[in-house]
Nanobody
């Protein structure tokens, strides 16, 4: 099992910045990719960014050039700059791990990000 604890959400004005953190604990030795998803009211959950165990990154087109994902052994970060009102959503940390040929997915509890215009 992997437990995920997120922090760093909040209310910010358009053009501002926030940094999200997600700390993993438990069976962290086999963690593969770590990332962030978001879900706005009435919309489906979507990938924001992820980063592989080797450091390869992937971003949604809507956040490229504004958001930066990074990680260390147990924590994944999302630096969000030049925030826009359309970035308002609940942000979820996601981790996957492989163990004995089986892929497991884990989710954080979500942290609210609100960007005012």
């Amino acid at each position: 099992q992997v437990q995920l604890v997120e922090s760093g959400g909040g209310l910010v004005q358009a053009g501002g910045s926030l940094r999200l953190s997600c700390a993993a604990s438990g069976s962290i030795f086999s963690i593969n990719a770590m990332g962030w998803y978001r879900q706005a009211p009435g919309k489906q959950r979507e990938l924001v960014a992820d980063i592989s165990s080797g450091g390869s990154t992937n971003y949604a087109d809507s956040v490229k050039g504004r958001f930066t994902i990074s990680r260390d052994i147990t924590t994944v970060y999302l630096q969000m700059n030049s925030l826009k009102p359309e970035d308002t959503a609940v942000y979820y940390c996601h981790v996957d791990r492989f163990w004995r040929g089986v892929k497991y997915d884990y989710w954080g509890q979500g942290t609210q990000v609100t960007v005012s215009s």
